[in-house]
């Protein structure tokens, strides 16, 4: 009871902020902003949607094939497509309510293939973390190759802090001391709190990625990963491509784009508010102003949300007939003896 409740009081807590973030967001702007802002989102051009949903729904497809490859290491091995539509039930599950989503996707591949659902918990913990590790990886590029251009725009919002830290040594020293006391007192309390769930939870996830490069067809599972992800960052340059104010700017910005936006989806229930604020924000990186970087933020934080909602909803109604159909055809390819 305690457990729930406190996971209610996150899941409130996170969707406030949500709000707050849109909210303010909106309040900021005045009344011929708002106008300026639904005229910039009536711009996209929508031909573009359909290769996005199109792409969108592919890396989903990706997403569940490369699943199965995990279930084949404890030897479970369900169809395709009801791998699919767990995954995309999972995804709406997730919107309502987070976590809820790997929860929903196990039990219902378990009910339909017949398998048993706790065995898969370990496979969904190993592709979280593999999937974290792919984040950081895509993260550490984008802040490498454009890091100009992003250290620029920081400069220019809360001053050169490279400039004032160089000449402040005593500062400089002072923070690489309180850095390297915090690393000590991490250390400390992970060799005494070895127990701990935070500890735990991280030892199971550095377990889930090194799980998978043991696995028997693991460069199809990193070549599923490679695909998905640059599925994800395609789908954000044709939306870039789709609006006027931001059809210039190039593939490595929504590379960019992709690692700021990932972090929004963690911190907010489907990424509510919080998505497109920091779309918005790093697109100012690029000289993009507010109003078109805010269309494009909420340009593509929708398409993904209502894709995931209708896929989700398709996959809701399909499984049952689905199912329902096979086992009759299992039925009669093999009957059973009188």
Request: proline share 3%; aromatic share 12%.
């Amino acid at each position: 009871m305690k457990k729930a409740l406190v996971t209610i009081l996150q899941y409130v807590l996170f969707l406030g902020l949500g709000i707050y973030i849109i909210y303010h967001m909106v309040h900021e702007l005045t009344d011929e902003q708002q106008t300026q802002l639904i005229t910039a989102i009536k711009s996209v051009n929508l031909l573009y949607l359909i290769p996005i949903a199109i792409i969108g729904t592919l890396s989903h497809y990706f997403r569940a094939l490369r699943w199965r490859y995990l279930l084949e290491t404890i030897d479970l091995h369900p169809t395709a497509i009801n791998t699919m539509f767990a995954v995309m039930i999972g995804y709406v599950a997730n919107l309502v309510f987070p976590r809820a989503g790997e929860v929903a996707k196990c039990t219902v591949l378990a009910k339909y293939e017949q398998m048993p659902a706790h065995k898969m918990v370990g496979t969904i913990v190993a592709e979280r973390a593999f999937d974290v590790l792919c984040l950081g990886i895509i993260t550490c590029f984008a802040f490498i190759v454009e890091f100009k251009r992003i250290n620029f725009y920081i400069s220019e919002k809360v001053g050169n802090l490279n400039d004032k830290l160089i000449a402040n040594q005593q500062l400089l020293i002072t923070v690489a001391a309180i850095g390297l006391g915090i690393s000590v007192l991490l250390f400390i309390l992970y060799k005494k709190n070895k127990d701990s769930k935070i500890v735990k939870l991280i030892n199971e996830l550095i377990h889930g990625i090194f799980s998978i490069f043991r696995m028997k067809k693991k460069w199809q599972f990193l070549g599923y990963s490679v695909l998905i992800w640059f599925l994800y960052i395609l789908q954000l340059y044709l939306g870039l491509l789709s609006l006027p104010a931001t059809a210039h700017l190039s593939f490595m910005s929504s590379i960019v784009v992709l690692a700021y936006g990932s972090f929004g989806i963690i911190a907010t229930p489907g990424g509510i508010g919080a998505y497109t604020y920091l779309v918005a924000q790093i697109l100012g990186a690029y000289n993009i102003a507010d109003i078109p970087a805010q269309a494009f933020g909420w340009i593509a934080w929708a398409m993904q949300t209502v894709l995931i909602i209708v896929l989700g909803i398709l996959s809701l109604l399909l499984i049952h007939p689905y199912n329902k159909k096979r086992n009759v055809q299992a039925g009669m390819d093999n009957p059973k003896d009188s």
